[in-house]
């Protein structure tokens, strides 16, 4: 960074970051809506809760890293440390899977490694955890039957779980978001 953003212009730099980074992809959704939608939502979610502006900022990029690596120009965490700084890389990095790990061993390292995180990624998983509860309850992938979505939301408890601590407004948010989700598949059983 050549010199301080306010943090107005920092947050539109990177959310236009992330919109270029996710401009042809798509949530696994039926409505198959933008994946940008998410990452701002993730953003936004931080920002009603007090989460400090490197959180909010790491939110609009967290998953750049690991949903471009097969875009024709992949984004590193050295150039996320270059375009926005160690600060939000690192929070970043906290938040990424090793998408080279099978699915299920990286679900299981989520859940170990939850109570490990700084509190801001801590705050940024949480958040991410909400978006999806929601996602999958108002527009499930098609191909996720009655028991996946219920395995989906089970396992994003245990992983908040682990999140505890840094905001309590955030955990209520998560709980309540998981009560919702747990009642809708409820009702469908």
Known sequence: MDQPDSTAALLLRAATFAARVHATHRRKGASAEPYVNHVLEVAQILAEHGAP???VVAALLH???EDSDQDPDPITHDR???EFGEAVAAIVAEATDDKSLPKETRKALQVKHAPKKSDAAKM???????SNLRAISASPPANWDHARRVEYVGWAGRVAAGLKGPNPALEALFEATYRSAMAKLAEEA
């Open 80 to 82: 996320l440390v270059a």
């Open 53 to 55: 502006v490197e959180a």
């Open 124 to 130: 940024l998983k949480l958040a991410d955890k909400i």
């Open 63 to 65: 998953d750049a890293v």
